[in-house]
C-alpha cells in the first residue's frame, strides 16, 4: 500500500502540491494499487479538494 506520508518522506525535492501530482501518477503506473493519504500535504499551494485531487491522480483519471 502506497502511503502519501511515505511518498513525501522519499521524494524531499517536491516543493509543491502542482508537483507532486505528477509524481503519483508515476509510482501508481508503476504498479501500486492502493493508496492511502495519511497526511495533508505541507505545500502553501495544497487546495482544499486536495483528496480528490491525488485519488484521480493515482487513479488515472487525471491525463
Do not use: C, N
Not at 21 to 50: C, H, K, N
Amino acid at each position: 500500500m502506497l502511503k502519501l506520508s511515505d511518498i513525501l518522506v522519499a521524494h524531499k525535492e517536491v516543493e509543491s502540491f502542482d508537483t507532486l501530482l505528477p509524481l503519483v501518477q508515476e509510482i501508481a503506473r508503476s504498479g501500486e494499487r492502493f493508496f492511502r493519504m495519511d497526511v495533508t500535504p505541507p505545500y502553501p499551494d495544497t487546495p482544499a479538494d486536495w483528496e480528490d485531487r491525488l485519488e484521480a491522480a493515482f487513479s488515472g483519471l487525471i491525463r
